[in-house]
Each structure stands twice: as structure tokens, then as C-alpha cells.
């Protein structure tokens, strides 16, 4: 019996073993610090540790990720905060794009009835010319008017008293 007992013994601790280069390998895909491969070599040596009776120890391990417990005790279990990698904006690095002038932009007319109004400007300018007239004359006449009704109202007034 005692060959079957080395065996079986034998047996357990391999397979112990390749649990914990698995653990240890998931840790390193989670984590690829170096802090954290040391940190799973200690965790699974303090979580296999058996007993004479073949029973894992009963030790309760606290990780405390966003809370700060105020026993000191527990805040032994206290994690230290992942280190991020640093994050360089592509965008920001770029320089800001320069405006490239066309140099055709210079050739072609700003508006597009330009020839329109050198052709029809010299006919604009005489209608101008004319509109500017017929308002003088317009108001010349409503003055008159305006200097007749009051010579009118006064002469009335001083025949009638």
C-alpha cells in the first residue's frame, strides 16, 4: 500500500504544480507587471498551504481595490492601484494642417455677374442721374404747393379781420 500511496502522492503534487504555473500564467495575461508575477508566486504559496489533515488553512485575504478600511489589520489587504501606461493623443501630436492658397483663386472672378455690371453700369449711372431729378423736381413742387396754401391761409385771415 504504501506504493500506492507514494503514487497517488506523487500524482498530487504534480497536478498542485501545474495549477499554479496555470494561475501564474493567467496572472500574467491579466497583469504583465512584474509586480504582479511576484505577487502570484506569493499568493499561490500562501493558498496551497495544507495542513496534516490534507485541509487547506482557513485565512481569510481581504483585497480592498477602491475602499480604504480603517482597521489596521485589513488595510494590509489594501491594493496598490494599477500603473497605467501613458496615453499620447495621436491627434494632439500632430502639427495643425496649414491652408494650402490656391493659386487660381486669384484668376477667377469673386462674383460671378461681374462683366454684367461694367456692361450695364454707364445706363445704371444715367438712370441714377434721372431718379435724383425727378425727386427734386417732385419735392420743389410739393414745397410750392406747400408756400401757396400758407400765402392763401394768410391772406384769409387778414380779410377776414
Not at 504583465?32 to 496534516?52: C, F, H, R, T, V
Not at 478600511?69 to 491594493?79: N, R, T
Amino acid at each position: 500500500m504504501s506504493a500506492e500511496d507514494d503514487s497517488i502522492e506523487q500524482a498530487v503534487a504534480a497536478r498542485r504544480e501545474r495549477l499554479r504555473a496555470l494561475r501564474a500564467a493567467q496572472e500574467l495575461l491579466n497583469a504583465p507587471s512584474e509586480d504582479s508575477a511576484a505577487q502570484a508566486d506569493d499568493k499561490l504559496d500562501g493558498q496551497n498551504d495544507i495542513d496534516e489533515d490534507g485541509a487547506q488553512e482557513e485565512n481569510p485575504s481581504m483585497k480592498f481595490r477602491n475602499y480604504v478600511p480603517h482597521d489596521k489589520q485589513l488595510q494590509e489587504g489594501k491594493v496598490a492601484p494599477p500603473v497605467l501606461p501613458k496615453f499620447e493623443d495621436p491627434v494632439a501630436t500632430e502639427p495643425p494642417p496649414t491652408e494650402k492658397k490656391d493659386p487660381f483663386i486669384n484668376i477667377a472672378p469673386k462674383k460671378p455677374n461681374w462683366d454684367l455690371r461694367r456692361d450695364v453700369q454707364k445706363k445704371l449711372d444715367k438712370l441714377e442721374r434721372r431718379t435724383q431729378k425727378a425727386m427734386y423736381k417732385i419735392r420743389s413742387r410739393r414745397n410750392k404747393r406747400r408756400r401757396l396754401k400758407k400765402k392763401m391761409e394768410k391772406m384769409e385771415l387778414a380779410s377776414s379781420s
